[in-house]
């Protein structure tokens, strides 16, 4: 990265705000003093998909598929929060075995995202081993997803009133080895992730979110509670099995004693609940009744039903990146919504990337950007304009940045 | 601390590889040569992994058993089904199907089932292997 002497000392880098593999499009202007960033300024809202407004021509059934097709990683949170918003909204009461099968998936799903997040994260500070280690354990919980759903990564199992395929006790054995090949590798990645020093050195102190922060920028999910505030809508609200099981909020002091709120809390807040959704799903095992996995198999009938509804309903949900908030209404009329409102957690957690980022250096952008979880991808494309030339810093040279500090701190 | 990685690297040395080597064991040059080569007998393919029971594959279509009744057009997400007024029998193009088997659920009859194959990679979306009917 070459650049010119100027008198002006500080310089603007904008990242984003399109890349094909962006969740949620996003735009950043860096400003720049030297290494430093010294100011952060956020806008969203570059491309709307329509994904709302295409479920009005859709039955709630039809708009399941589609909510799937919100976030690839998040197949079963957005389902779920609809879901939960149509049964509210229709008053529909799901047999208790279904809610634990849910549970079950849902838990499988943050296991199979946070492990994702462990490589990706491994991979943005250089240490690409870990990376392909975890990808091996996520091929894992990867084959259990198509093992019990029939399908990798859209998951396609939600239904409303249920869910879609029960588990038969001939599953057990093979879901019972998988949590436990789980368990060994999570005590490898426990130890790689918090013992050695170059992650210590690189994530420890960088990218600190204050709880007062977190609290005032209402950051969700696994950012907000690294920063010591108990927020976790599984606790909060108990909705589906979770009243019945045995949960807790988790921060990063449950194994530390301390919280910081920086990168550093972020990993342990991730490996812990790897640990606590492997304990969850083991619980659902040993304590699900038997019973129907829906409450009304005929859909015809189910779409009859919801015809009537002549109301309004809430679905939250926490998926692997925080709360997911899902609104939806009924007109009376037709079986279509009449709205659909998605609130997906990333939303929320862009917001505390500016005090995150104030003051840290352009290498850590990757790290610390990565630390929140986000569909990694706003560092893809990085162009700088600096005294009107204008060139390029493309995900790989942030990368190799980044790659360097790691060497740097090594020596 | 430095050379900590030793002992996994000595034991990766004796390790079968993770993934399965499919279609063969290096990445052939052409693809289509070593297609045809397959089909002579010249080649060997190394064979997938077996798909888990209940995946969702290519779908099969029990003709004489479908009534006609579109339930499963009306509830298809992808609108991947077309029915065909004539014969009152439906149409499915492969191409447009996203694999979640809502129509074999709504189905009354049963006739629509999700079979085995994925490997579905064609260049033509109207191939007749992406047509069931
Ligand atoms: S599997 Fe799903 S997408 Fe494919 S035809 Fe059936 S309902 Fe449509
Ligand atoms: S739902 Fe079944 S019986 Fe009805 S049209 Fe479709 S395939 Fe035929």
Sequence with gaps: MKQETTTKTSYHIPVGPIHPALKEPVYFEFEISGERIVDVNVKLGHVHRGVEWASRKRNPIQVLYLAERICGICSFCHPAA??????????????????????????????????????????????????????????????????????????????????????????????????????????????????????????????ILTKKDALKLCAVGP????????????????????????????????????????????????LLEVKQSIGLIEQCIDQMPAGDIVSEPKIPKLMNQLKKVNGEGVGRHEAPRGEVIHYVKFDGHSENPYTWKVRAPTYNNILPWIPMLKGEQIADIPIVAASTDPCMSCTNRVAIVNDNKRYELTKEQLHSLSVEKTRRVLK | MRFSMLPSVFAQMFKKPWTNKFPAKYAPSNTTQFLADVGEGKAEIIPPIETPIGFRGKIKYDKEKCIGCQLCIKYCPCEAIEFKPKTKKIKIYLARCCFCSQCNDVCPTNCLTMGEEFLLADTDPYSKDLIVE
């Design chain 1, 82 to 207: 609809f879901t939960l918003a149509v049964e509210t909204a229709a008053d529909i009461q799901v047999p208790e075995r279904a809610e634990y099968l849910r549970v079950i998936q849902g838990e499988l799903e943050r296991i199979t995202s946070h492990i994702l997040w462990a490589g990706v994260a491994a991979h943005e500070i250089g240490f690409d081993t870990v990376l392909y280690f975890t990808w091996q354990i996520r091929e894992k919980a990867l084959d259990l997803t198509e093992y019990l759903t029939g399908n990798r990564v859209t998951k396609g199992i939600m239904t409303i009133g249920g869910i879609r395929r029960d588990i038969t006790p001939d599953m057990l054995p093979r879901i019972k080895k998988d949590l436990n090949f789980f368990k060994d590798n999570f005590e490898k990645l426990r130890h790689i992730f918090l013992d050695d020093k170059t992650i210590k050195m690189r994530s420890q102190g960088a990218g």
């Design chain 1, 223 to 270: 950012t907000t509670r690294a920063s010591g505030v108990k927020k976790d809508v599984r606790v909060d609200t108990s909705y589906f099995a979770y009243g019945d099981l045995d949960i807790d909020y988790i921060t990063p002091d449950v194994l530390t004693g301390e919280v910081n709120g920086d990168v550093y809390d972020r990993i342990i807040q991730r």
